[in-house]
């Protein structure tokens, strides 16, 4: 399983990638693999905001629904809109194609309590333990 290094994780196995004021958002490839085939997903609309640790959206597989959960605060400003037609995506790539949200950051400081790539991969192992 790969986590990305220039990633940060949470410990509800979403991940962000930060490029100047903007995260780009998903779920891992930890997440998708125990979810199982993705066949639905709900994700919120540009201009709503979203608050670090509340729920932004629900992914639905063929084991389970699940809720998403923003790992930074901000105001959406993209929606990876194709994953509505085309949920499978997640599966296929999570953390290119299956990205599901841009935000802008409200405050970069909440990056800091985040997970390396490392820190997720041990998170990870000692979850399966």
Request: proline letters at 5%.
């Amino acid at each position: 399983m790969k986590f990305p290094e220039d990633l940060k994780y949470t410990n509800e196995h979403e991940w962000c990638r930060i490029k100047a004021k903007r995260a780009i958002v998903g779920i891992t490839e930890y997440a998708q693999d125990q979810l199982g085939d993705i066949v639905y997903v709900e994700l919120p609309e540009v201009g709503d905001v979203v608050k670090k640790g509340e729920s932004f959206g629900v992914v639905e597989s063929t084991k389970a629904v699940s809720e998403l959960f923003a790992p930074i605060s901000g105001k959406v400003v993209e929606v990876n809109n194709p994953l509505s037609d085309t949920p499978e995506t997640i599966n296929e790539d999570p953390y290119e194609e299956g990205w599901m949200i841009q935000v802008e950051v409200a405050d970069p400081k909440e990056v800091e309590g985040m997970m390396d790539a490392k820190g997720y991969a041990k998170f990870v192992e000692d979850e399966k333990a």
